[in-house]
Every structure is written in structure tokens, then in C-alpha cells.
């Protein structure tokens, strides 16, 4: 058996990507036909193997199979079914109009696919992540190399097997690998590159991308918060924030990073999260280590790293409202409430990407949006009111990837909505059409009568014809 060596990764790298480069070319004539029949395979294969992605993903860290089903394989199989109802329509070049200067001209756009791409997923959804921009890319006609992350062992091995069985490699092709294996993908020259993982990488790939001005979407993180108005259905809002802060253990990207409440309501708030936290996690009454229904920690070093945040932040005076258990030996970390917190606190800085909830309270709106505002943009923002009007201000006063009203996460799931993050949180955006577009060049395209044009009359000696027409141009358009 021959010995996996960086020399021969590289070798199967410049390989793969020499066939995919030349596949690319080819694929600018594919039909559509053709891109729904690969997003086809996709779907039969993951609907054959159900049960073996559940076991996968269970075996990495303990994910719910009622989770996987919900927020991996629905997810993809989704985005997958909503890409063959419309992919018809994206492709059709769209016709814009034609001002009066440009007469005699017709112009269109025409999505056409930017060719080589690779996409880089993280470990917290490590199936959705890795095909859900594959999804995007096939139906944009690009060929795609993925690189499943190093943390998720269990995952990357049967995302191999599933790429390996349903697509030629020059289609698309995957590599595992530690961070090295990235770096070798990320020296070729991509026409587009997906991340998806930290702002801390994405700056790396950043610069990477660079080197070949391959264009980039970079799916980043960050502290999303979740307001809690005075004028609030507590109970409500406490299951939903219970749901979307401790789905998968709190390692999701959109999960309320921290809670603003208003003053008047905190203690009920806090009484509220604490019965939530019980009915979801604890209904035996035996401890949420106990429930099936609660996530682990991926590894010991982020168990760690969690393990320190709670530590500095209750050094610095923060008090645990509920949990803050933990085990070690099967990277459980329960649900952990905490108040009395302070800016110092390594937990009011960082994403938290944990199931760590932090609240701090505020005496009136102006407070909570001038203190979001201070913070670098996050992914999502989570506002909590029966007024109306205070919704419209908190999201016409702050800037985020994405808002959502009396709710969280689930906004992931409306692929009719452009899905990303801003500045620090990202750059481009992704599913649906959204994510056909970033796999996709728009490119303008515009025909031209033959003989007379409206712009000959420009074109030089310029004399009195053509100052006439350019001061009326200046004038009137
Ligand atoms: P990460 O940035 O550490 O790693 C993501 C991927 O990048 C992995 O495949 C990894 O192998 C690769 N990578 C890591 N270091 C690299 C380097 N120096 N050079 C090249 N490649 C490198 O992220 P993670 O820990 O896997 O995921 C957690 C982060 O991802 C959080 O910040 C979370 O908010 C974010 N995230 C964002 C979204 C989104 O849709 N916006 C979704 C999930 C997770």
C-alpha cells in the first residue's frame, strides 16, 4: 500500500485541479439538464445512506439524530430541491432596459459559472456546511474541490465516500487533511473560493485568495446578540433562545452569543430560561448529562477553551446562573447562564461558539443598539418585542448579516433569503439564488446594431455635431 506523503497529496492535488480547470472550460456548455441530473445523484445518495450520515455525524460528537435530520440533512436536501425548482429560471439571461443614449443597443445578463472552486468547510455542521455550497456551485456549473475540516473525522470520511461515489473527480473532487492540506488547495489558482469557518482564517484565505485574485465568500462568525425588549412575551422568547443557544451543544454560528434584557424583566427572563432549560434538557430530572438530546463539546481543546472563558469570566466576578458542569471525559459542558458580566471578561470579547449565555441587561433601547454598534458586525441579530416600532428601529439601527424578529436561527433555513455575514462576520452571501450568484459571473453582455449607432456621431474630429450632442448628453441624462 502506498504511504500518504505531502509529495503525493500535492501530486493528487496539481492533478485534480489540472482536470478540474479543463472540466471548467467544458462545463460552460452544460445544459441544465445536465446540472440537475449531478444535483439528482446527490439527492438519491444522501436519501440511500440516511441512516449512515446519522451514524457519522452521531460518532464525531453526540449530535442528536433528531438534529442531524433537522439542521444537516434537511438543510442540504432543501437547498438541493429548491435549486432544481428554479435553477431554470436563474440561468435565463435577464434582459435590462436600454437608455435613450445607448439607443439601437440590447443588453442582457448572463450568469455565466466562474469555473474552478473550492470550497472549505468547518467542523460545527460539517455536512451541511461541506454540501450545501456544493449544492450552489453544481448549479451554477462550477467544478468543485472540497476540503471537509480535520475535527469531524467520522463526517469527512463519509463525505469522501459520498463524493467519490456519485461524481467523476473531474466534476467533483474532496481532500481530508489538517490545515496543511488547505493551504496546498489554497495556493492553486481558484476561480472562487467558499470558507466557511472563523474571521480569524478568513482572514487567511483572504490574503490567500489574493495571490490569485480568485474572488472569495467567506462565511464568518462572531458575537451575535439577542435583545429582550421591556415589552416582551418572556416565555415565548426564552424557548427560542434555549433552542437556538443550545442546538448542537452551541457551536452554531447564529446562536444568540449574548442576551440583552431589559432591566425591568430580567429576573422573569431569567426564571423563564431557567424552566426552558429544564423542559428541553432535564425532563427526567436526572441532569441534562443525562439527556439524549443535548450535544457534546467536538474535542477536548475546545472543551478547554470553554472551560477557561467560564473561569476568566468567573474570576472577574461574573456569577453562574444555571449550570456550569462539566465532564471531561465525554467533553460535556452544560448549559451555563451568566450574569454579572463585565467588558474585561474574555466572554463579552470573543465568539463564544458554546454553550455559554451570557446576559447583561439595559435601561433603554438607545443603550443596547449603541452598545452592538461598538462591536464589530455580527452575523445575525435576534430582537424580542411585541412593539413593532422598536423592532424597525433596533434593525434600521444596527448592522448585521442577517435580522430576525421573535426568533433566531431558523433564518438559516429560508433559502429565499441571501444567508452571510458583513465585514467581520463576511463577505458574500450564500443559498438559494443567492448562493447560484456566487458561484456565478454576471456577466454584462450587450449587441450592437450594424451601420448607424448612436455613438458614431462622438466618435472624432470633434466639432460642432458632436459638442452639441455631449453638452445635451451632460444636460439631460
Ligand atoms: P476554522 O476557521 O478554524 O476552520 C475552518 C476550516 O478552515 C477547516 O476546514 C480548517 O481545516 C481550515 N483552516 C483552519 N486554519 C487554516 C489555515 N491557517 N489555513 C487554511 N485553512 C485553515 O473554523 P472552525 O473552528 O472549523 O469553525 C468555527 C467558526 O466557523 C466559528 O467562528 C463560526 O462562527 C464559523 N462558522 C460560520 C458559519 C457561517 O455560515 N457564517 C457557519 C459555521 C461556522
Known amino acids: 500500500m502506498e504511504t500518504i506523503t505531502k509529495e503525493n497529496i500535492q501530486v493528487e492535488i496539481d492533478e485534480t485541479f489540472l482536470i478540474q480547470k479543463k472540466q471548467s472550460v467544458q462545463n460552460r456548455n452544460q445544459s441544465v439538464k445536465e446540472r440537475k441530473v449531478l444535483l439528482e445523484k446527490l439527492l438519491t445518495w444522501i436519501k440511500d445512506n440516511h441512516t449512515d450520515i446519522q451514524k457519522a455525524i452521531h460518532a464525531d460528537f453526540k449530535k442528536p439524530y433528531a438534529e442531524i435530520d433537522i439542521s444537516e440533512i434537511f438543510v442540504v436536501?432543501?437547498?438541493?430541491?429548491?435549486?432544481?425548482?428554479?435553477?431554470?429560471?436563474?440561468?435565463?439571461?435577464k434582459k435590462v432596459s436600454t437608455p435613450l443614449p445607448m439607443l439601437g443597443t440590447k443588453s442582457y445578463i448572463?450568469?455565466?459559472?466562474?469555473?474552478?472552486?473550492?470550497?472549505?468547510?468547518?467542523?460545527?455542521?460539517?455536512?451541511?456546511?461541506?454540501?450545501?455550497?456544493?449544492?450552489?456551485?453544481?448549479?451554477?456549473?462550477?467544478?468543485?474541490?472540497?476540503?471537509?475540516?480535520e475535527l469531524t473525522p467520522h463526517t469527512s470520511a463519509l463525505l469522501r465516500r459520498l463524493v467519490g461515489e456519485t461524481f467523476d473527480k473531474s466534476q467533483v473532487a474532496l481532500f481530508e487533511g489538517e490545515i496543511e492540506v488547505a493551504q496546498m488547495l489554497l495556493a492553486k489558482p481558484f476561480d472562487h473560493i467558499f470558507f466557511t469557518g472563523s474571521p480569524a482564517v478568513g482572514k487567511i484565505i483572504m490574503k490567500a485568495a489574493a495571490e490569485n485574485l480568485s474572488s472569495v465568500t467567506l462565511e464568518l462568525g462572531g458575537k451575535s446578540p439577542a435583545i429582550i425588549d421591556a415589552n416582551t412575551d418572556l416565555k415565548d422568547a426564552s424557548g427560542k433562545i434555549i433552542w437556538g443557544k443550545f442546538v448542537n451543544c452551541g457551536q452554531t454560528c447564529i446562536a444568540p452569543d449574548y442576551i440583552l434584557v431589559h432591566h425591568s424583566v430580567k429576573d422573569d427572563f431569567l426564571k423563564e430560561i431557567k424552566t426552558q432549560i429544564g423542559k428541553m434538557y432535564n425532563s427526567s430530572g436526572k441532569g441534562v448529562v443525562k439527556s439524549k438530546d443535548y450535544a457534546r463539546i467536538v474535542n477536548g481543546k475546545h472543551l478547554k477553551r470553554l472551560k477557561n472563558l467560564l473561569a476568566d469570566a468567573e474570576l472577574k466576578g461574573a456569577q453562574k446562573f444555571y449550570g456550569g458542569n462539566i465532564d471531561?471525559?465525554?467533553?460535556?459542558?452544560?448549559?451555563?447562564?451568566?450574569?454579572?458580566?463585565?467588558?474585561?471578561?474574555?466572554v463579552m470579547q470573543e465568539e463564544i461558539f458554546g454553550p455559554i449565555l451570557p446576559v447583561i441587561t439595559f435601561d433603554d433601547l438607545e443603550e443596547a443598539i449603541n452598545y452592538i454598534n461598538l462591536k464589530p458586525k455580527p452575523?445575525?441579530?435576534?430582537?424580542?418585542?411585541?412593539?413593532?416600532?422598536?423592532?424597525?428601529?433596533?434593525?434600521?439601527?444596527?448592522?448585521?448579516?442577517g435580522a430576525l424578529a421573535n426568533d433566531c436561527v431558523i433564518h438559516f433555513l429560508q433559502n429565499e433569503l441571501p444567508f452571510g455575514g458583513v465585514n467581520n462576520s463576511g463577505i458574500g452571501k450564500a443559498h438559494g439564488y443567492f448562493g447560484f450568484l456566487a458561484f456565478s459571473n454576471e456577466k454584462s453582455v450587450m449587441h450592437q446594431r450594424v451601420g448607424l449607432t448612436a455613438s458614431k456621431p462622438l466618435y472624432p474630429p470633434y466639432g460642432f455635431t458632436s459638442k452639441k450632442i455631449i453638452d445635451s448628453l451632460l444636460k439631460w441624462f
Not at 436536501?77 to 439571461?93: Q, Y
Not at 424580542?384 to 433596533?394: A, G, Y
Open 77 to 93: 436536501t432543501s437547498e438541493i430541491k429548491h435549486a432544481l425548482k428554479h435553477i431554470d429560471s436563474w440561468v435565463k439571461p
Open 110 to 149: 448572463h450568469c455565466e459559472p466562474k469555473g474552478t472552486s473550492l470550497i472549505i468547510a468547518p467542523w460545527n455542521y460539517p455536512f451541511n456546511l461541506a454540501l450545501g455550497p456544493l449544492v450552489s456551485a453544481l448549479a451554477a456549473g462550477c467544478t468543485a474541490i472540497i476540503k471537509p475540516s
Open 328 to 346: 471531561e471525559t465525554e467533553n460535556f459542558f452544560e448549559p451555563t447562564i451568566l450574569t454579572d458580566l463585565s467588558e474585561d471578561m474574555e
Open 379 to 401: 452575523l445575525s441579530l435576534y430582537v424580542f418585542s411585541k412593539d413593532s416600532n422598536n423592532i424597525k428601529r433596533v434593525i434600521k439601527e444596527t448592522s448585521s448579516g
